[in-house]
């Protein structure tokens, strides 16, 4: 049956789907100045469902890819906008509704209405959007990604080659030093974890080796150091055969897998249950004596955050010892905070700073309505909180004079229901004023998850 998306959160205010796009469109800067040092684009992908939706709507895993992208060139700026063009979308758009039911109620369309996508899930690359190698991809969970044109149309599907069909995770990550990127993928048969190396020019150096863990298990996330690809396998198996198609089962307890880069060995950590969504950051400490300490740091959740949930949440450090296969946790912060992220150029090594989008009290499940700024050194935490509105994810995007930790901007997009702004936040002084606010052409919906692409990149 179709849903009624007018009794939905996440389909109506600030989330509400938007059906035009814009080619580039100048930017008003309505507060401060935009940096001279601000060069390159921000693109930002989410759920922008295109068709009210079959059957159920669950936020953030449903919805049409939309690509939201803002080009900043030394004191311009301009927007543009485009749905990620999926053959799904295209049989959709033929028969002028929603074919596929959501993710918690499948459903195919008929052969009459949708002959050519027989047997096929629908696409849905609204998650991420990375560049490695000269490429923009759109990420799906667990899926084949969409390559983007830098002006937003869409190329189709990528296979890197042929070599991994199946796709690859929504948070794949780029070790700045190698140039690789490191991915992974859940899928639900057999076998059900594999990972991957994509290399600095793009081709597939190791293509789906797999994991062992015994059932389909969502995850969202992952974090690399320069040794371990860092996998958190908590308990939300997948079950297609009852109503509950994920579900938490917290008597399973959560597994870290070290996953050796090298291909070498994968060392399992056992720990009580809890869920991560998303990880800042991990490193690596030796100490004296040679023995390696994991570091990882990430917002936790006391279970699956999906729907009506009691779930509660903190920031938190995990200490792993691969030797001994046991790990610690410390927390960073009691306050609810997600959409953590570093300076891209410090993923895998030490990092002092961190950013998220946080907030002190429960506002809506996915809402926050502040960005906060993490001194590891020092344990401190500075924020930007504009009044009566709502953030998104804190993206780092580096001066292009300085390449100092601090020497960047931290820009987010701030929502109400009606309009939509972008405030650039200097990275050293998140709790200061804002370096330059933008107001948007038009309202962009909340989103999820998006990437800074320098100039020349």
Same mark, same amino acid.
């Given at each position: 049956? !179709?849903?009624? !998306?007018?009794?939905?959160?996440?389909l109506?205010g600030a989330f509400?789907?938007t059906q035009? +796009?814009?080619d580039a469109?100048?930017?008003?800067v309505?507060?401060?100045?935009?940096p001279?040092? &601000?060069?390159g684009?921000y693109?930002r992908?989410?759920p922008n469902?295109?068709?009210p939706?079959?059957?159920?709507?669950t936020? !953030?895993l449903?919805?049409d890819?939309?690509i939201?992208a803002?080009?900043?060139?030394g004191?311009?700026v301009t927007?543009?906008?485009?749905y990620?063009?999926?053959?799904?979308?295209a049989a959709?758009e033929?028969?002028g509704?929603?074919?596929?039911g959501g993710v918690?109620?499948?459903?195919?369309p008929?052969? +009459?209405e949708?002959?050519?996508?027989?047997?096929?899930f629908?696409?849905?690359?609204?998650?991420?959007?990375?560049h490695?190698?000269?490429?923009?991809?759109?990420?799906?969970?667990?899926?084949?990604?969409?390559?983007?044109?830098p002006?937003l149309a869409t190329?189709g599907?990528?296979?890197?080659?042929?070599?991994?069909?199946q796709g690859?995770?929504?948070?794949?990550?780029v070790d700045p030093?190698?140039g690789e990127m490191?991915?992974?993928?859940y899928a639900?048969?057999?076998?059900f &974890?594999?990972w991957?190396?994509?290399?600095?020019d793009?081709?597939?150096?190791?293509?789906?080796?797999?994991?062992?863990?015994?059932a389909?298990?969502?995850?969202?996330d992952?974090?690399?150091?320069h040794?371990?690809?860092?996998?958190?396998?908590?308990p939300?198996?997948f079950?297609?055969?009852s109503?509950?198609?994920?579900r938490?089962?917290p008597e399973?307890?959560t597994?870290?897998?070290?996953?050796?880069?090298?291909?070498s060995?994968?060392?399992?950590v056992?720990?009580?249950?809890?869920?991560?969504?998303?990880?800042?950051?991990?490193?690596e400490e030796v100490?004296?004596?040679?023995?390696t300490?994991?570091?990882?740091d990430?917002p936790?959740w006391s279970?699956l955050?999906?729907?009506?949930?009691t779930a509660?949440?903190?920031?938190?450090?995990?200490?792993?010892?691969?030797a001994q296969?046991?790990?610690?946790?410390?927390?960073?912060?009691?306050?609810m905070a997600?959409?953590?992220r570093?300076?891209d150029?410090?993923?895998g090594?030490?990092h002092?700073?961190?950013?998220c989008?946080?907030k002190?009290?429960e506002?809506?499940?996915?809402?926050?309505?502040?960005?906060?700024r993490?001194?590891?050194?020092?344990?401190?935490s500075v924020?930007y909180a504009p009044?009566?509105?709502?953030?998104?994810?804190p993206v780092?995007?580096?001066s292009s004079h300085d390449?100092?930790?601090e020497?960047?901007?931290?820009?987010?997009?701030v929502?109400?229901d009606d309009t939509?702004?972008?405030?650039?936040?200097?990275?050293a002084d998140v709790?200061g004023?804002?370096?330059?606010v933008?107001r948007m052409?038009?309202r962009?919906p909340?989103?999820?998850?998006g990437?800074?692409? !320098?100039?020349g990149?």
């Open positions: 049956m !179709p849903y009624d !998306p007018t009794d939905d959160p996440y109506t509400a789907p035009s +796009e814009l469109t100048p930017v008003e309505v507060a401060g100045t935009l001279e040092d &601000l060069r684009t693109y992908n989410g469902a295109r068709f939706p079959l059957g159920s709507y936020y !953030p449903d919805g890819g939309m939201h803002l080009r900043f060139d004191g311009r927007y543009a906008n485009r990620v063009r999926t053959p799904s979308m959709e033929r028969a509704r929603a074919l596929w918690m109620t499948p459903f195919a008929k052969p +009459e949708a002959p050519e996508m027989q047997g096929q629908k696409d849905l690359p609204d998650v991420n959007i990375v490695h190698a000269g490429r923009l991809l759109a990420l799906a969970e667990g899926a084949r990604p969409f390559e983007m044109t002006e190329a599907p990528y296979y890197f080659d042929g070599k991994l069909p690859i995770c929504a948070h794949p990550k030093l190698t490191i991915a992974f993928r639900f048969e057999k076998p &974890l594999t991957s190396t994509i290399g600095r793009g081709s597939v150096t190791r293509a789906d080796q797999p994991i062992d863990v015994d389909a298990y969502m995850i969202h992952c974090a690399i150091t040794s371990y690809l860092v996998l958190f396998v908590c939300a198996p079950d297609f055969t109503q509950d198609v994920l938490w089962a399973l307890g597994r870290i897998a070290l996953v050796s880069r090298d291909g060995a994968v060392t399992w056992k720990a009580d249950a809890f869920w991560v969504w998303h990880f800042v950051n991990a490193f100490d004296a004596n040679g023995a300490t994991v570091v990882v990430y936790v279970a955050a999906m729907g009506p949930s509660t949440g903190h920031i938190a450090r995990a200490r792993i010892d691969p296969r046991r790990a610690t946790f410390d927390t960073i912060d009691e306050r997600e959409f953590p570093v300076d150029r410090r993923i090594t030490p002092r700073y961190f950013y989008a946080g002190d009290e506002i809506g499940r996915g809402v926050f309505d502040r960005i906060r993490y001194d590891t050194s020092t344990g401190e924020e009044e009566g509105r709502r953030v998104g994810e780092f995007a580096p390449p100092g930790e020497a960047g901007y931290i820009l987010t997009y929502f109400s939509t702004e972008v405030a650039v936040l200097r990275a709790g004023d804002p370096a330059c933008l052409p038009r962009v909340m989103g999820l998850h990437c800074w692409v !320098p100039s990149s």
